[in-house]
């Protein structure tokens, strides 16, 4: 019998997913469609891999991911000041997992903002089943503390498994950092 592994914790959505989508809601939220002018802040690699609870990979799950800007700026219309958006930053991306259960998006290493420690929201959409969200938190990061979403996951080691280190990618000029967030699904492909 195979072993399961342990459930990615499911956490809020919150108020700020997106209220209007992005003309480009492509996996690469630093420069948007052709725009010469990228984002401003530490650009990071986050992938992963999708699976069930028994390691079979999702195929073709949709992945959503959204954030605030450099600023603490959600792209949502009240997810903080207009005036210090960053509008080259697109907020909001996805991605569809290839045959193997993978994703990858570029974005930015999450900035903090008013109450909260940073992190990046995702979900996870397979035909017929129910949307799965969580969050994505910076291992190290002293305000995981004290982050009142991240503490209601009572289980240590389910909190822990949302927490994952953001390392420097070697030999970058640009001082960018690389994660990866698994995440496992409490579902099987028949049920």
């Known amino acids: 019998m195979a072993e399961t592994l342990s459930l990615t914790p499911s956490q809020t959505e919150g108020p700020f997913y997106p209220d209007r989508m992005p003309l480009d809601t492509d ?3 630093i420069v948007i469609n052709d725009s010469l002018t990228p984002a401003v802040g530490k650009i990071a690699y986050l992938r992963g891999k999708v699976t069930d609870f028994k390691g079979n990979p999702q195929r073709n799950a949709l992945i959503e991911i959204w954030q605030v800007d450099n600023q603490g700026i959600y792209l949502h219309s009240r997810g903080g000041s207009r005036d210090k958006l960053d509008h ?3 907020g909001y991306g996805r991605f569809l997992t290839d045959a ?18 940073p992190h990046i929201h995702m979900s996870v959409s397979v ?3 129910e949307k799965f969200t969580t969050q994505c938190y910076i291992k190290g990061e002293p305000r995981n503390q004290k982050d009142f979403i991240l503490r209601r996951i009572k289980d240590s080691n389910a909190r822990k498994s949302l927490i994952v280190p953001f390392n420097p990618v070697q030999g970058s000029k640009l001082q960018e950092v690389s994660a990866k967030f698994d995440i496992v699904l409490g579902w099987t492909p028949e049920g």
């Open 27 to 29: 996996n690469d939220l």
């Open 88 to 90: 080259n930053f697109q």
């Open 100 to 117: 193997k259960g993978n994703y990858f998006f570029r974005t930015l290493k999450p900035s903090p903002y008013s109450g909260r420690t």
């Open 127 to 129: 035909k017929g089943k």
